[in-house]
């Protein structure tokens, strides 16, 4: 079955960069949307940004212009680049890959910490 991993997270200062990528054990990028999710302490996971296979994005609006989600195809892989990051970003990411058919195919790594302090 569909797994995912997750890595690149830490803690890095408000205004720096920081790249996650997110590993997927089968081929699914020809049929599913992948996508980066985040959960604060105490706040509902959202949507941070997805890709589906043709290369359409959706990007949160508190994320426009500072992240860019990118997928390789080749390699399994999706990878979410975090700029100018903010104190409000600090979360646990989660990547996702879903099917664009049915919601009963919704996979989910484990997540990893961002931390964005001074």
């Known amino acids: 079955q569909v797994q995912l991993v997750e890595s690149g997270g830490g803690l890095v200062q408000p205004g720096g960069s920081l790249r996650l990528s997110c590993a997927v054990s089968r081929n699914i990028f020809s049929t599913y949307v992948m996508g980066w999710y985040r959960q604060a302490p105490g706040k509902q996971r959202e949507l941070v940004a997805t890709?589906?296979?043709?290369?359409?994005?959706n990007y949160a609006d508190s994320v426009k212009g500072r992240f860019t989600i990118s997928r390789d195809n080749a390699r399994n892989t999706v990878s979410l680049q975090m700029n100018s990051l903010k104190t409000e970003d600090t979360a646990v990411y989660y990547c996702?890959?879903?099917?664009?058919?049915?919601?009963?195919?919704?996979?989910w790594g484990q997540g990893t910490q961002v931390t964005v302090s001074s």
């Open positions: 890709m589906t296979s043709g290369g359409t994005t």
């Open positions: 996702n890959a879903r099917a664009t058919w049915t919601a009963a195919y919704n996979y």
